[in-house]
Every structure is written in structure tokens, then in C-alpha cells.
């Protein structure tokens, strides 16, 4: 299993970026790969094209289980066929930046809306009070890590990291 953090090279800077802390805590489950508007990472599109990754493109709504979702206006050249479950990918790309910054990445990576995805839905809100312009029902970066990780069966790595992140966020 591995987890590719998909991020805006303003996060590489930021004291904030709960992304370091996943990567630093997962035993190399987790790795960053710099979103690069004009050149692609070859290894993320790869994934996509062959159908091995799908991306969390993270909002919280008030249900307890997860949904994978295609989008209605992406047109796909193979056809997808349900059902799809998380449980069918071994990579799972999560973009890493400000709400705004990663809606940013969306919008200008037609490779990342044409990946299948899928949307985490949690009962709880997120408990990240570190940065201001938080997404009402938004998870962090490492709150979505921790929920992916439940998911994927990797309960003992998901508790170290809560504990890491209870810690960090203070």
C-alpha cells in the first residue's frame, strides 16, 4: 500500500503541513511527489492511466462509511465498472495543500478528474485547529491519511499517528 501526497510546493515551507508528520510516521507507507502544474509526475499519471490509484479528493459529510464516485463530466476512453471500493486500490493519491490551493490542483490536472475517486465521509469534524479558512466538514491532510489507513486494515500505524497529530496540533 502506498499513499502519495500530491502537494502544492507552498506546503513544503509551511510549520502547518501535517503531511511532514505522515511521511515522518508511516514507515514509507506515505510519500510526497510536488504537484507541477505544466509537467505531470510521470509516476502519478502512470498509476492513473493503468487504473492503480484512485484520489481522495477529501470532504467530510456526516455518514460513517466511504463512497467511491466517478464524476459525471469526465469522459473516460476505458470504461470503469462498478462497483468500485478502495479496497481495490493499493495506491491512493491525496492532495496536500490549502483548501483553496488544492482545488487548484484539481482544476488544472485534467489527468487527476479523469482518476477514479472517491470521497471520504466521516460522522466526526476535523479536530486540525492549526491553520484559519478551515472547510466546514474538511479533514487535514493527516485526518484523511489516518481514515485511509483504517480503511486499508493498518489500524496499529493509523493510532501512532493519531497520537502524533494530537500532539502536533496542540
Known sequence: MKIILLTHERELHRATNTGNLAI??????????????????????????????????????PVTDVTLTISSEVKFEKPVLPPL?????????????????????????PYLK???HFTLKTAANSLYKLRANQLEGGLCTIECIIEVLKLKGQNK??????????????
Do not use: C, H, M
Not at 29 to 49: A, D, F, G, H, Y
Not at 50 to 57: I, K, R, S, T
Not at 85 to 109: L, P, V
Not at 160 to 166: G, N, T, V
Open 24 to 61: 515522518e510516521n508511516t514507515n514509507n507507507i506515505v510519500e510526497r511527489i510536488v504537484w507541477e502544474r505544466v509537467n505531470p509526475s510521470k509516476v502519478i499519471t502512470q498509476l492513473i492511466e493503468n487504473n492503480e490509484a484512485a484520489l481522495l479528493y477529501s470532504k467530510a459529510t
Open 85 to 109: 471500493n478502495i479496497e481495490a486500490y493499493e495506491n491512493i493519491i491525496i492532495i496536500d495543500g490549502t483548501w483553496q490551493e488544492a482545488k487548484k490542483i484539481f482544476n488544472q490536472s
Open 114 to 116: 479523469a482518476s477514479p
Open 157 to 170: 500505524i493509523a493510532a501512532e499517528l493519531i497520537e502524533k497529530f494530537d500532539q502536533f496540533n496542540g
